[in-house]
């Protein structure tokens, strides 16, 4: 789960973490009164959850509080178009008016899960401002990274290896070692999968600063993180995907292709994705029902997926271990009842309870498309989604 800017900010500052000082404001005249409050030239940044927001017009400067509340005017309400959203855009709710800072230097700086060394990692880089994907291809030297142990923590000595990377000695050295040593708190004891400051910078006064954050977490611990779920906005989020956690799918992921998948067990989403670009087409989307028995399930991933325009052709892959494939054979039968699908769909099942799956479906008299294999089941549903319009 993604947060904003502001949130991710205030989260900082609880745990130390120097912060500008800045108001949230939804509307151009609480845009002019913030400005008012903070006294001086502000920014005034758009809330949305993507990067770039600079380079689509999300990010303007305003040295008087009647400018704050024009550039306010300009970005509530736009559409904002980064590099990090699709065609359409993030509509902007919210501004953060925020104190303008005299920047010396910009660095990086980010815990997150690292698959390779499968442990917490700090990362820090003094090309900061510029998204660190690039800085990785373009600099790789410029990337210097820390593995800490889950055992003991983050150390001083490691933070005091990073700070010299980045040029942190003498006045900065101590500030900047317990920024970090707050980071990696904050990442921890909140459960997150990333905390990022781009840029961390060093301000005209000598001070460190955290001109930007970006925090994301771990979905699977919000259960026992109540604070940090209220600050969900679903505004931000794909409708379709807040629709399926609604109805109990929580492993549906939006793409951008034309065949709707269904498949229990991530792996074998994968894999039947896989299959389908192999085969010539594109996934509409990641669905994995898990483990389930449980016939309303089958019928509830019908609905996010007929509710999806961009889907011509449905694959249905079960590989039953656990899960029954006569339950799954009854809620595909069961949605063609509840549901007016016009679109082709593709069916391949094997594993527990195999045969009476197939004679569901066989005495149903509906005309899915049936399929032996993985294989054949991809090739038909990329067939069937070109015959249907795509």
Do not use: W
């Not at 303008?100 to 910009?106: C, D, I, L, P, S």
């Not at 990073?162 to 101590?174: I, S």
């Not at 010539?280 to 997926?305: C, H, K, M, Q």
């Amino acid at each position: 789960m993604k947060i904003h800017e502001f949130q991710a900010k205030k989260l900082l500052a609880e745990y130390g973490v120097p912060v500008p000082p800045g108001r949230v404001a939804a509307t151009p005249e609480q845009a002019r009164e913030a400005a008012q409050e903070l006294g001086g030239p502000v920014v005034v940044k758009a809330q949305v959850h993507a990067g770039g927001r600079g380079k689509g017009g999300g990010i303007k400067t305003a040295a008087t509080p009647e400018e704050a509340e024009q550039a306010a005017t300009q970005i509530l309400g736009m559409r904002l178009v980064t590099p990090q959203t699709d065609a359409e855009g993030k509509l902007v709710h919210r501004v953060l008016v925020e104190e303008q800072t005299a920047v010396e230097r910009e660095l990086y700086l980010s815990v997150l899960v690292d698959s390779a060394s499968s442990r917490t990692t700090m990362i820090a880089s003094a090309a900061g401002g510029v998204e660190i994907e690039q800085v990785a291809a373009e600099q790789p030297e410029a990337i210097h990274r820390v593995a800490i142990d889950p055992a003991v923590g983050f150390q001083p000595h490691e933070g005091r290896e990073l700070a010299f990377a980045l040029d942190l000695g003498g006045d900065l050295l101590r500030p900047a070692v317990g920024l970090m040593t707050a980071l990696y708190r904050c990442f921890t004891e909140k459960d997150c999968s990333l905390v990022e400051i781009n840029p961390l910078v060093v301000t005209g006064d000598g001070r460190l600063l955290a001109l930007d954050a970006k925090i994301t977490f771990d979905d699977n611990a919000l259960f026992r993180r109540e604070e940090i779920a209220a600050m969900r906005d679903t505004d931000e989020e794909d409708p379709l995907e807040v629709q399926a956690q609604e109805l109990g799918i929580s492993n549906y992921v939006k793409l951008d292709g034309n065949i709707g998948c269904v498949v229990n067990g991530a792996g074998l989403a994968m894999a039947t994705m896989d299959s389908i670009k192999l085969a010539g087409g594109e996934p509409a989307n990641f669905l994995d029902i898990g483990t389930v028995n449980d016939v309303s399930r089958v019928v509830s991933a019908f609905r996010i997926l007929t509710a999806d325009p961009s889907v011509k052709a449905v694959l249905i892959n079960i590989f039953g271990g656990m899960a029954r494939v006569d339950i799954i054979a009854e809620g595909v039968v069961a949605a063609h009842r509840e549901m007016d699908i016009r679109i082709p769909v593709v069916v391949r099942l094997a594993g527990t309870n195999v045969e009476e799956g197939e004679r569901i479906l066989g005495e149903s008299g509906l005309s899915v498309i049936r399929a032996d294999d993985l294989g054949e089941a991809a090739s038909k549903a990329v067939e069937a989604a070109g015959k249907n319009g795509t």
